[in-house]
């Protein structure tokens, strides 16, 4: 998609978006996976301090965390404490890790928020060596819980947050492979999941048309849920790539808003892990006009989609 909406999410889960450092804009290429990057992320994660070591954390990963510190807890650093060592793959550079959060006000002890404790509660994040989810996990094992004290500015006050390596995600569809349809496009993909379309020498469907070639096992996809996913767009015209995630960053985006109408019914009653292949014509994607390349009018197209995540709407 040429077009990169700011996603609104529910007000837990900014803390888990500034955490993130990657609130949904143009992505940006990431490196791959590989033991340097795996030491890279262990390199960066801050160290426990005064005030992380000062708060204790009760309750199981994976669920909502309840802390006891004295109050106001004076923060003026962020530090990180591992409370539970997981046993899981590690993280690297790269990974998309799902992750829950609970935080808390340092000041007060009021719990700002939980987010992503239920299936669907929100996107995976790409993690890095300079992002504030780096900083906080470094290169932790799946099944870890930290305790992080952020600093506060102007806009926000000091926070505690528990932080819950729950998974790390595929970059590509995972589900079971389905029967495809006869006279659609074909797809063919390379060892990372990166699809290549093959039109076949048709006329285009003058309707929306969609099939399944990879049914997940995840939940349900709905409108204005935010979704994020991998996708590879081809003219029908012209049987050329006009664009794709593949090679930057997965694509985050709300399901109804920022997108031509197709892309948004591609995903809608998919699930998590699925792959979906969808025919757009002009009138579910940019429009009748005069066919061209500059603005896509006039153009039926063909995305491939590969769904990685949901964050459902409130």
């Given amino acids: 998609m040429r077009t990169r909406p700011v996603i609104a999410l529910s007000i837990a889960a900014f803390a888990a978006l500034s955490l993130a450092g990657c609130a949904a804009s143009t992505p940006t290429a990431s490196p791959s996976p ?30 909502e965390a309840k802390v006891e510190f004295t109050k106001p807890l004076a923060v003026t650093a962020l530090q990180s404490s591992v409370v539970t060592e997981g046993k899981g793959e590690k993280l690297k550079t790269g990974d998309l890790v799902q992750f829950a959060l609970t935080e808390f ?27 504030i989810l780096g900083k906080v996990l470094g290169c932790a094992p799946v099944g870890t819980r930290v305790v992080a004290t952020i600093p506060g500015d102007e806009t926000s006050p000091a926070s505690v947050d528990v932080v819950d390596v729950l998974k790390i995600i595929p970059d590509a569809a995972w589900g079971a492979a389905q029967t495809p349809k006869d ?20 006329d285009a469907p003058t309707a929306f048309e969609k099939e399944t070639l ?57 699930t998590v892990g699925s792959q979906v292949l969808a025919v757009l014509p002009p009138s579910a994607a940019y429009g009748a006009g005069k066919v061209n390349d500059k603005d896509l009018k006039g153009q039926t197209l063909v995305f491939v989609i590969d769904i990685l995540g949901v964050q459902h709407g409130q």
Avoid at 120 to 128: H, R, Y
């Fill in 214 to 270: 990879k049914k997940g096992d995840g939940t349900k996809i709905a409108k204005g849920d935010a979704v994020l996913v991998q996708y590879s767009g081809v003219s029908w015209t012209t049987g050329k790539n006009f664009d794709k995630s593949w090679g930057r960053q997965p694509f985050p985006f709300q399901v109804g808003q920022g997108v031509v109408q197709g892309f948004s019914d591609a995903v809608i009653g998919e």
């Fill in 183 to 202: 006279g659609f496009p074909t797809v063919k993909l390379a060892s990372d999941g990166a699809p290549t379309v093959t039109i076949p020498k048709t």
């Fill in 34 to 63: 590989s033991t340097s990057a795996a030491a890279d992320l262990c390199t960066a994660q801050v160290s426990s301090g005064t005030a992380s070591d000062a708060v204790k954390v009760s309750g199981a990963v994976g669920k």
């Fill in 105 to 131: 006000n340092a000041k007060t002890g009021a719990k700002n928020g939980s987010v992503g404790q239920d299936e669907g509660g929100l996107l995976p994040q790409a993690v890095s060596a300079d992002s």
